[in-house]
């Protein structure tokens, strides 16, 4: 397997496009496509707001990749980097000015042509620290010029090896400037909720209507820059369609009863016998999925009540009573695999040989009569209403936390509110799970360990060696010592336990026999480009 970042550091080192590229888009399709039709695809939960920068939400982050496009777009393994809105790509001056050259004749989904001034704009708005979590990202870029119609130079403060992942990944997505302004509102903020209702981009489909928490509709873009092998231009579907079904088994129902062409998040314990199933191709894709409860480490919580998980033996204790190989076979029926880091296997750079916290309730027991804190206590879990997989996680970890003493109190809550709790950090665990978005540490790195970004994952967690060692991390291109930064990150995140580490699983999802061509990258983006309804 090639190193990804190996090869973004070759790349600092001036390779071009054509060193790094072989084709434009991922795709699965094989057999001759049909033209047309309507593809119904049943989601978990809504998005909640589609714009790239403002937004770090799976719900939102997945439909902006049929929406939007960037610069340079992932390949079909995650790993590595293909053409995308730029053609070409050049580093000079010591990996400190990149030099893009643009793909000429792109239009947005309203028919307006993509300019140069389009893509400055939305790559200083993706950097602009007042815009989302994501600007950390981009912050070794110090300007963005336009050379000429068709190019674009960044030039950097430093040499960056995350900067080209970095431009394949949503934030970067390229917006019409123009029409961006002229929305509602007299603030970026406030534009960019009036724009995102029904955003416009150079992706293969755009929005037609939006009943939030119902159903989100979708059809072709007319203009869409990428040709199919027949001529025309992709997508093959006419129209795509994402009604909002929150309950697992009710979505399976409709799957099987034809009414869904596909359904997410298939529940792992439903795998084995929707495979069986002659009408349906059951899937599961390579994932950089891990899955996970954040622990508030703040001393009190939002109500001013005293916080246990505030203290480290609580935390170590939790994370050894929980025993993640019975999680694994129960929830997953054997196909996840333990976390052996707070990343992915699949993430450059994880550093792990084994699983932190092995199963101990001696050890547990003990940690928790070392922390002081008066035994008998109650931790509450936030947890997604109808998600059949964290239910079956959090009830078997309520069990093998009462054998502590610790009483686990679930609190059942529709998406929208979870994450609106969460980012108040209104809460005391929460189960989650992370994809990366880029093949770098650096995301997941800005995220769960760098603590000025979003308190550490919204946990409180910080550490001020860790995030000088990130600072240093993003400007360092030698893999060799970028290596054991990350290694030493990782260490110090295991040692202060801010999570139980649970598991890695595979995205399951399913579709109707006649449903082609859809792809679901490591990275967790779903693209429909490719996909078709066979008569």
């Known amino acids: 397997m090639r190193d990804?970042?190996?090869?973004?550091r070759r790349a600092t080192m001036g390779l071009t496009a054509g060193a790094l590229v072989a084709a434009n888009v991922p795709g699965t399709a094989t057999a001759a496509p049909v033209r047309g039709g309507k593809l119904v695809y049943g989601r978990y939960a809504d998005s909640l707001f589609l714009d790239g920068v403002q937004t770090e939400l799976n719900v939102d982050i997945w439909v902006l990749c049929s929406i939007y496009d960037t610069l340079l777009l992932p390949t079909s393994d995650g790993l590595g980097l293909k053409a995308g809105l730029a053609t070409k790509w050049d580093f000079s001056d010591g990996g400190k000015t990149l030099t893009l050259a643009l793909r000429e004749g792109v239009k947005f989904s309203d028919g307006a042509p993509m300019t140069a001034e389009d893509v400055e704009w939305s790559l200083n708005?993706?950097?602009?620290?007042?815009?989302?979590?994501?600007n950390s990202l981009l912050g070794s870029v110090d300007s963005v010029t336009i050379a000429n119609p068709t190019t674009i130079v960044l030039k950097l403060k430093h040499p960056d090896p995350t900067l080209l992942p970095v431009l394949a990944t949503v934030n970067t997505g390229i917006l019409p400037?123009?029409?961006?302004m002229a929305a509602a509102g007299d603030t970026l903020d406030e534009k960019a909720k009036s724009f995102a209702e029904k955003p416009i981009g150079t992706g293969p489909f755009m929005i037609t209507e939006w009943q939030r928490g119902v159903v989100m509709k979708l059809a072709r873009n007319p203009y869409h820059w990428r040709i199919a092998?027949?001529?025309k231009p992709f997508p093959y579907l006419d129209a795509l369609e994402f009604p909002v079904i929150p309950d697992d088994a009710t979505r399976l129902l409709k799957l099987k009863a034809g009414e869904l062409n596909g359904s997410e998040f298939i529940p792992y314990a439903r795998v084995a016998e929707l495979k069986a199933d002659p009408n349906l191709d059951m899937q599961l894709w390579p994932s950089t999925k891990i899955n996970y409860l954040t622990m508030n480490v703040r001393p009190t919580l939002k109500d001013g009540s005293p916080n246990p998980l505030g203290n480290l033996k609580v935390r170590q204790a939790v994370n050894h009573a929980v025993n993640k190989d019975a999680l694994i076979a129960v929830t997953t029926r054997g196909l996840g695999k333990p976390?052996?880091?707070?990343m992915s296997a699949a993430t450059p750079l994880m550093d792990g040989n084994a699983p932190p916290y092995p199963y101990d309730m001696a050890k547990?027991?003990?940690l928790l009569a070392e922390s002081g804190v008066a035994p008998g206590f109650e931790l509450t879990c936030i947890t997604l209403a109808g998600s059949a997989d964290e239910i079956s996680n959090l009830t078997a970890v309520q069990q093998m936390l009462a054998a502590i003493g610790i009483k686990l109190k679930l609190e059942l809550l529709d998406n929208a509110t979870r994450n609106a709790r969460y980012k108040a950090a209104d809460f005391q665990m929460r189960h989650a799970l992370w994809t990366d978005d880029l093949a770098d540490p650096s995301e997941i790195g800005s995220y769960i360990l760098y603590s000025p970004t979003v308190q550490s994952l919204h946990s409180g967690w910080k550490s001020?060696?860790?995030d000088a060692l990130f600072l240093a991390s993003q400007e360092e291109i030698d893999i060799n010592k970028r290596r054991a930064q990350y290694k030493e990150m990782q260490d110090i995140y295991k040692a202060d336990a801010p999570m139980v580490f649970m598991y890695e699983s595979p995205y399951p999802v399913a579709f109707r026999k006649n449903a082609k061509g859809f792809l679901q990258i490591p990275l967790g983006n779903n693209y429909f480009d490719e996909v078709y309804i066979e008569a």
């Open 125 to 134: 708005r993706a950097r602009d620290p007042k815009q989302g979590a994501w």
């Open 4 to 8: 990804p970042i190996r090869l973004t």
């Open 339 to 342: 976390m052996k880091s707070m």
């Open 177 to 180: 400037s123009k029409k961006f």
């Open 364 to 366: 547990a027991k003990q």
């Open 464 to 466: 001020e060696r860790v």
């Open 229 to 231: 092998p027949d001529g």
